[in-house]
Nanobody, 117 residues
Framework: QVQLVESGGGLVQAGASLRLSCAASGRTFSTYTIAWFRQAPGKEREFVAAISWSGTNTNYADAVKGRFTISRENAKNTMYLQMNSLNTEDTAVYYC??????????WGQGTQVTVSS
């Protein structure tokens, strides 16, 4: 099991950038696929981006492709989400999640990102 803690959220204006971090504890972090999800008010949680255990493979939702970049540093047990050109539709609680195989089993508590117009 991996414990995940997000940080880096905040209130920014449209067009700004933010970098979210996800700190993990647990010896198996480096073997996990790690992802970011988000949930906007009144909406279901949605996938944002994922990165394989080695960092070689990444995957993005169409809504963030070209604007967000996911990365990880296994030596630091940390994952990042660099978010550029933010818009009001990116406003949500952002969660990091990890999976050792097919299912995301470990989740953080979330960090709020609010983008004002």
């Amino acid at each position: 099991q991996v414990q995940l803690v997000e940080s880096g959220g905040g209130l920014v204006q449209a067009g700004a950038s933010l970098r979210l971090s996800c700190a993990a504890s647990g010896r198996t972090f480096s073997t996990y696929t790690i992802a970011w999800f988000r949930q906007a008010p009144g909406k279901e949680r949605e996938f944002v981006a994922a990165i394989s255990w080695s960092g070689t493979n990444t995957n993005y939702a169409d809504a963030v492709k070209g604007r967000f970049t996911i990365s990880r540093e296994n030596a630091k047990n940390t994952m990042y989400l660099q978010m550029n050109s933010l818009n009001t539709e990116d406003t949500a609680v952002y969660y990091c999640a990890g999976r050792p195989s097919l299912v995301y089993t470990d989740w953080g508590q979330g960090t709020q990102v609010t983008v004002s117009s």
